[in-house]
């Protein structure tokens, strides 16, 4: 599990609510940390902020698809872009879940754990 986000607080709120459900989480502060450390952490699920400093997290989803090592990672956009053209571009670049901040800690791990079992079971 990697938690990306440039703001140290949400960051940290989101990786121990998932640290807490038995996720082992490592986290990263923007997309170009994402992509230098993605490789070593090896996550079922990335969660990504979209508005991040050096790389923001359209172009780090969209390089992450891009991946023929990181291509089958399942990508949670967390972002405050609650507009209907965000959503569609996010799901455009192929994430697999779409969230927006202020978002509910309850359904931000429902939405990973599923995620995850979904990874684990190769679909």
């Avoid at 986290?27 to 952490?41: E, I, K, N, P």
């Avoid at 872009?81 to 959503?87: K, V, W």
């Avoid at 192929?94 to 995620?115: C, M, N, S, W």
């Amino acid at each position: 599990m990697l938690v990306v986000d440039d703001d140290d607080v949400i960051r940290q709120l989101i990786a121990v609510n998932l640290t807490l459900e038995g996720f082992q989480v490592e986290t990263a502060s923007d997309g170009q940390d994402c992509l230098d450390r993605v490789l070593d952490v090896k996550p079922d699920v990335i969660t990504l902020d979209v508005m991040m400093p050096r790389m923001d997290g359209w172009m780090t989803a969209t390089r992450l698809r891009n991946g023929e090592e990181t291509s089958h990672i399942k990508v949670v956009l967390i972002t405050a872009r609650a507009q209907e053209d965000d959503r569609r571009r996010g799901l455009g670049i192929g994430v697999d879940a779409y969230l927006t901040k202020p978002f509910d800690p309850a359904e931000l791990i429902q939405v990973v754990r599923d995620l995850a079992l979904t990874a684990r079971s190769g679909s």
